[in-house]
């Protein structure tokens, strides 16, 4: 069976938009591979955090 993508909506304000359309920019990247990459990004981010929990 083929794997089937989700969608997310989201809403930002219009200074995350701005902040985010100015890093795509100065990335290249567009805003999906950015938020893909943030999202991915996290699995990291929560092992660092388990290993600094008390």
Do not use: H, P
């Amino acid at each position: 069976m083929a794997k089937q993508d989700k969608r997310i909506d989201l809403r930002v304000t219009e200074a995350e938009l701005e902040l985010l359309d100015e890093y795509c920019q100065l990335t290249g990247k567009n805003r999906t591979d950015v938020l893909r990459e943030f999202i991915r990004s996290l699995k990291k981010k929560m092992r660092n955090a388990k290993e600094y929990s008390i």
